[in-house]
Each structure stands twice: as structure tokens, then as C-alpha cells.
Nanobody, 119 residues
Framework: QVQLVESGGGLVQAGGSLRLSCAAS????????MAWYRQVPGKQRELVAT???????NYADSVKGRFTISRDSAKNTVYLQMNSLKPEDTAVYYC?????????????WGQGTQVTVSS
């Protein structure tokens, strides 16, 4: 299995920017679709953005034009550049494969990184 560690979250004012990073324990980007997800307590986890092994990207309608997913294969790292942040973007953000990794029959998630956008 691949270990994924998210970082870069924090508290930011509405309209501001953050850059999230996801470090992988080994190179998987050439064969896996990578994704950023987010979740608010009590709500379903939402798929935010994906990037294929070939570098093609897709975004949820709610973040199109504001977020950009990218990767650096040499560093085994996936990024999410978040601009024009809104309070509605507040959530714990996770990176994972798409579909998510499974361990013991359940989806395997890392610690995530908290993003809080104040008004």
C-alpha cells in the first residue's frame, strides 16, 4: 500500500489562497489516478479534483476556475492550489487514489489537512 501524507492546510480569509501538498511513499502517478477529496463532519466526502497518470485533470463544478491539481513525479507529490477561497471550502482535505485505496475491506485514508476559511 502507498502511504499518503497531506499538509499545507490552515486558517485563511475569504478570497485568499492555500497550496496543499500530498507526499506519497513511492511513485504511483504513472499508473494511478490521484485525487483530492474533502469532508465536513457529518457530511459525505466530496471528490474535489483528479489527475490521471497522463496529466489530465477534472474538477468538481464547485471549484472549477479556482482550484488547480498538479503533480511533481520527481518528488512523488500531488498539489492542490486553492485560490479565491470561500467559507464553503472549509473542510478536511484528503488525497488518495481514485478509487480510494482499500485495506481490510474498507477505504484507507490518511490524516488529512484542515482548511478553514473565515469570512
Amino acid at each position: 500500500q502507498v502511504q499518503l501524507v497531506e499538509s499545507g492546510g490552515g486558517l485563511v480569509q475569504a478570497g485568499g489562497s492555500l497550496r496543499l501538498s500530498c507526499a506519497a511513499s513511492r511513485s504511483i502517478f504513472s499508473v494511478s489516478v490521484m485525487a483530492w477529496y474533502r469532508q465536513v463532519p457529518g457530511k459525505q466526502r466530496e471528490l474535489v479534483a483528479t489527475i490521471t497518470g497522463g496529466g489530465f485533470t477534472n474538477y468538481a463544478d464547485s471549484v472549477k476556475g479556482r482550484f488547480t491539481i498538479s503533480r511533481d513525479s520527481a518528488k512523488n507529490t500531488v498539489y492542490l492550489q486553492m485560490n479565491s477561497l470561500k467559507p464553503e471550502d472549509t473542510a478536511v482535505y484528503y488525497c488518495n487514489r481514485s478509487p480510494p485505496q482499500r485495506v481490510g475491506g474498507v477505504d484507507y485514508w490518511g490524516q488529512g489537512t484542515q482548511v478553514t476559511v473565515s469570512s
